[in-house]
């Protein structure tokens, strides 16, 4: 698995390092399952520093930190939909009872990222339509094919998810359907107040 840090630098982000996991043998792996150690590449000098791992103090350290990162991380994606604190406990303990479970780190199955209900977003990609008049406000049966046919482009390519999610409106219109009150100047003012 190889990625890259960025940072910002006047608002414009710029790659900064490339992080690497390694093998046993320090071949570049892509899986964290099959990982041994990590290589950190600093991009401006191509200075590399690799790690690994071995002495038993310093894994428990670093997972610990890696866990503690996990629990942050899965809390902070809960949030972005707006999770419950319920919520953000549940994504945390089911990921971590899918590693204990599955030896894997991640299910390479689901959806990267949050998780969403296909068929509600599908419905919202509808009433958006309608809303825009693609599809006809009184037509049940064109907007039932449509968002059946939404439900089936999601479902067979994940990447679609997002190209609904970013289509004005959609992503406002799923959280009403999901009972969640969606932010208004108001609360602004509220925060200022």
């Given at each position: 698995m190889t990625d890259v840090a960025s940072t910002e630098d006047d608002g414009k982000k710029r790659a900064v390092a490339k992080h690497a996991l390694l093998a046993a043998d320090g071949?570049?792996?892509e899986d964290f399952e099959d990982a041994h150690g990590i290589r950190y590449t600093d991009l401006a000098s191509n200075l590399t520093f690799d790690y690994m791992l071995g002495n038993a103090n310093t894994l428990r350290m670093l997972a610990c930190f890696?866990?503690?990162?996990?629990?942050?991380?899965?809390?902070?994606?809960?949030?972005?939909?707006?999770g419950s604190s319920q919520d953000q406990i549940d994504a945390i303990r089911e990921r971590f009872e899918y590693?204990?479970?599955e030896n894997a780190w991640v299910?390479?199955?689901r959806e990267v990222g949050a998780r969403w209900d296909i068929p509600?977003?599908?419905?919202?990609?509808?009433?958006v339509s309608i809303a825009a008049g693609k599809i006809p406000a009184n037509d049940a049966q064109k907007a039932g094919e449509a968002e059946a046919r939404f439900t089936d482009i999601?479902?067979?390519?994940k990447a679609k998810v997002a190209a609904i999610r970013a289509v004005?409106?959609?992503?406002?219109?799923?959280?009403k359907l999901q009972g969640?009150?969606?932010k208004t100047a108001d609360d602004l003012a509220a925060m200022l107040a």
């Open positions: 071949a570049v792996v890696g866990a503690r990162t996990l629990a942050t991380n899965e809390a902070s994606a809960s949030r972005q939909k707006d590693m204990d479970r299910d390479r199955q509600t977003l599908a419905k919202a990609a509808v009433l999601m479902t067979q390519d004005d409106g959609v992503e406002a219109e799923y959280k969640k009150t969606a």
